[in-house]
């Protein structure tokens, strides 16, 4: 397996996704547009040996099960087998959407760097492209580009970068304080529970506690609670048997299985049910989990990370969270601040984000004028990091000079100042029905802190729909 240390990816890299699903492709390609130079996707295996002749990939995405072989994953090795027939230095990582640790092992054995399962932790995905961007070109540097790599003698501790850890950026005392926590529990076994608001980061803050443990050879399996409709919970948090129910055509082994010996992520906990939160605090009990179809426990080793935006001791006094599964889940808890808290972070996010994406784009911006210094300070943000990473971006996108000028900047929803330069909040003076579209998904996804599930509730169209519009209009 890739080292789950490994860093982002490099901004030039290029990208093959492979892949049956035009959902996935879509879901992928949006995800590392804000990080990689090309991306090329295939709906089908077919297309390897043209795209592989006819370009170098820093990284490969290949699904393991296509509509002709749907979850032996035969025809998956197959392709990997041709692939690195063809290019021998291509560095692949499958796709699995049957969380089948054996099947993923088996994969590794044909020569695949690294695994991960549909559906993906964004930090996991990105940590695997990053891992097989550098690996591939270490083999082009040495000059062995054919093989597997060597096996290494053991997990190395993942480096912490001075006053922060992972991909986490900056240097308030807030912010101090969670990287010394992170420093802390991340070497233990105990549960930690993550609280803030949406698109503070909180993801990244579960997949350092990963890194930095001792289960971080292990795989990081993340699980959105709000998007898995309580009929599927079951199914997807514990597995399921062959014919357990219609459409079971293969056995599967759900979320705990899958991140055996490692971390999983339970994001979004606060938005469990009742019943889902009863089935959860059985299985953390118990350590073991019963598939569905099944009647025998099977026991389970991971360690919990979970996450929430809801005010989930609100919840438990309101009755509608469970305080014994809230002392199961929070040994440790670690509170995240919202940007509008953290000082001058927003300056050294802002230049970090302005260094990727100017690489990225190959664009001059190399700074910021004064002007757009004060209205990024004025906005309140309350998309919080996620949001100025997106307001950036577009910005270098927009800008013609060598600086982020204050016009360059659109920001979402309007600055709570009252300034009528936030635009999205604005009444749009237009009757053109894109325009008005492009606003509202704008609006609902910086009210959500970009989650695509709940901003789809909220604008009344499935995460499939959101995804297409959110391509369509480049946001």
């Known amino acids: 397996m890739l080292p789950p240390s490994a860093a982002a990816p490099p901004p030039d890299a290029s990208v093959l996704v492979v892949d049956d699903n035009e959902d996935v492709l879509t879901a992928i390609r949006l995800l590392l547009r804000d990080h990689v130079q090309t991306v090329h996707t295939a709906t089908s295996p077919a297309a390897l040996p043209t795209l592989l002749r006819e370009t170098r990939y820093d990284c490969v995405l290949l699904d393991m099960n296509f509509s002709r072989d749907a979850s032996t994953g035969r025809e998956g090795l197959r392709w990997l087998e041709n692939a690195h027939a063809i290019d021998p230095g291509a560095v692949v990582v499958m796709i699995t959407g049957y969380g089948d640790v054996d099947l993923a092992v088996r994969a590794m054995k044909h020569g695949a760097a690294d695994f991960v399962t549909k559906p993906w932790a964004n930090a996991r995905l990105l940590a695997a492209v990053g891992a097989a961007a550098q690996l591939r070109r270490q083999r082009e540097a040495s000059g062995a580009v054919a093989g597997p790599a060597p096996p290494a003698s053991g997990p190395p501790r993942p480096a912490v970068p001075e006053g922060g850890v992972g991909e986490l950026v900056g240097q308030s005392p807030a912010m101090r304080a969670v990287y010394e926590t992170v420093r802390k529990v991340a070497p233990t076994d105990a549960n930690v529970l993550i609280l803030g608001e949406n698109g503070t980061g909180k993801e990244l803050v579960a997949e350092a506690v990963h890194r930095l443990s001792g289960r971080a050879a292990g795989p990081f399996v993340s699980v959105d609670l709000g998007a898995v409709p309580p009929s599927l919970f079951e199914s997807e948090l514990f597995g399921h048997a062959k014919g357990a129910f219609t459409g079971a055509a293969a056995g599967r082994a759900g979320r705990f299985e899958a991140a055996a010996g490692g971390t999983l992520f339970l994001d979004e906990i606060g938005n469990a049910g009742p019943t889902e939160q009863a089935k959860l605090l059985a299985a953390l009990q118990r350590r073991e989990v019963v598939r569905v179809g099944e009647s025998a426990p099977r026991r389970v080793d991971v360690r919990v990370v979970s996450a929430t935006n809801v005010p989930v001791y609100e919840r438990v006094a309101e009755g509608a969270f469970r305080q014994d ?115 509202a998904v704008r609006r609902a996804l910086a009210k959500h802190g970009g989650n695509i599930t709940h901003a789809a509730d909220e604008l009344g169209l499935t995460r499939k729909s959101l995804y297409r519009r959110i391509e369509k209009y480049g946001l």
Do not use: M
């Not at 190959?362 to 990473?389: H, I, M, S």
């Not at 979402?412 to 003076?429: E, F, K, R, V, W």
């Open 325 to 439: 599964l809230l002392y199961r889940i929070n040994t440790v808890e670690l509170r995240l601040p919202p940007l509008r808290e953290r000082g001058a972070d927003l300056d050294l996010l802002a230049d970090h984000f302005l260094a990727r994406y100017a690489g990225a784009y190959g664009r001059a911006a190399a700074g910021f004028t004064d002007g757009a210094r004060a209205r990024l300070r004025q906005y309140g943000w309350p998309g919080n990091v996620r949001e100025l990473q997106h307001t950036v971006e577009r910005a270098v996108i927009l800008a013609e000079g060598d600086r982020i000028a204050d016009a360059d900047l659109q920001f979402s929803a309007a600055p709570p100042s009252g300034d009528a330069g936030g635009q999205g909040g604005a009444a749009l003076d237009t009757l053109d029905l894109e325009e008005l579209e492009r606003a």
